[in-house]
């Protein structure tokens, strides 16, 4: 049953939310819009810290000496972003360890276009450009969710992946205007990565289970079809730039609404990504296991640490 605080504390939760004014980590909050946050979060985190994986893949192969400094620096901010990210959620209340504990187990999900492979140097193109992309158009809304520490490190993040979106097209722009070979790697590249990219928004709304309640406590802004249509009217024109061929023999301007129609993604893939079948998924999350067993020592090496200054500072109070 609830006490009389607790309902004091939910009205002025809930005029808080209505007045847009953010909610930060000592203020009260519903329960279930924790968890909420922390499953959306943690989530987003795990999507940075995967993320790195398919473009890591190519640091060693970038074709010169600029687009290796450049992409290894893309992938390092990827890293910077998870780190914001999980420490933004442990704000909430959860330790690192079980936030990584529930990526390793499955219990936690990551953005699924991470589960497909990258097999040519045109892939680094196309997530910097599509992925990066869809990525922006999402965290642009995000920066006014309601949970502060979530709200600032995404304004942060989207000024890093405007720089990763321009890479991204850039190194399109060269190959779709490079040799013909060149051009149809660009081509094979936006293909696979299209609509995978359309994934990243996830269910149309009326199969989206979490939609309801985040928009109404304001942790989503926009709903996840209208932000993917975004995404699509705004990419649309940059495809005919490159002089591409459409992804999707559907994508029609349509002049009565104002945007372009599409063809239907393929949700039953979806699914099968995000439910642990994608083609890399085994793969990724072995990978992060390994790299995570590794750097058992430097774990080690901050706890033997931060003991040791727990010590001088007792020592000194004495
Ligand atoms: N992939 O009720 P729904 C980046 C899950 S990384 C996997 O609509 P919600 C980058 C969803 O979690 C940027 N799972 O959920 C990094 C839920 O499952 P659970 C990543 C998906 O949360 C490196 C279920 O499906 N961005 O930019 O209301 C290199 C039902 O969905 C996906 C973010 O993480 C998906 N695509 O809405 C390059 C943005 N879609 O949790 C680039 C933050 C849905 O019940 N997240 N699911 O097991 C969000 O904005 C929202 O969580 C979503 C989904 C729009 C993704």
């Not at 992409?71 to 360890?97: C, N």
């Not at 990763?164 to 013909?180: F, N």
């Not at 995978?196 to 709903?223: C, E, N, T, V, Y």
Request: hydrophobic letters at 35%.
């Amino acid at each position: 049953m609830q006490t009389v605080d607790n309902t004091q504390d939910q009205i002025e939760f809930d005029q808080r939310i209505e007045a847009e004014q953010k909610i930060e980590p000592t203020d009260y909050m519903p329960e279930a819009y924790r968890q909420n946050l922390i499953r959306q979060m943690s989530q987003h985190a795990h999507s940075e810290v995967i993320g790195m994986q398919p473009e890591g893949n190519w640091i060693t192969r970038a074709p010169t000496l600029r687009r290796k400094a450049v992409l290894l620096s893309k992938v390092q901010d990827e890293a910077g972003h998870g780190l914001y990210l999980y420490s933004a959620t442990e704000s909430l209340g959860i330790t690192r360890s079980d936030l990584i504990e529930a990526l390793q187990s499955g219990a936690a999900k990551y953005a699924s276009i991470f589960n497909y492979p990258t097999l040519t140097w045109a892939d680094i193109g196309a997530i910097g450009w599509l992925v990066d992309g869809a990525a922006i158009v999402n965290q642009i809304s995000l920066q006014r969710t309601s949970y502060g520490p979530y709200a600032r490190a995404m304004v942060r993040i989207c000024k890093e992946e405007s720089f990763h979106q321009r890479q991204g097209y850039e190194i399109m722009t060269v190959l779709a205007k490079g040799s013909a070979e060149q051009k149809q790697m660009a081509q094979d590249a936006m293909n696979r990565n299209w609509w995978p990219s359309l994934m990243m928004f996830g269910p149309h709304d009326s199969d989206s289970a979490h939609s309801g309640k985040s928009m109404k406590w304001k942790i989503k802004r926009q709903p996840n079809d209208y932000l993917r249509q975004k995404f699509i009217d705004q990419t649309v024109p940059q495809i005919e730039v490159l002089g591409l061929q459409m992804p999707d023999l559907k994508l029609k301007w349509n002049e009565d609404n104002g945007n372009y129609d599409s063809g239907e993604i393929n949700w039953e893939e979806f699914y099968q990504v995000i439910n642990g079948s994608g083609p890399c998924n085994y793969q990724r999350i072995k990978h992060h296991k390994k790299a995570h067993k590794e750097g058992e020592w430097v774990r080690e090496a901050v706890r033997a640490y931060q003991e040791k200054q727990t010590a001088k500072n007792q020592t000194n109070v004495a």
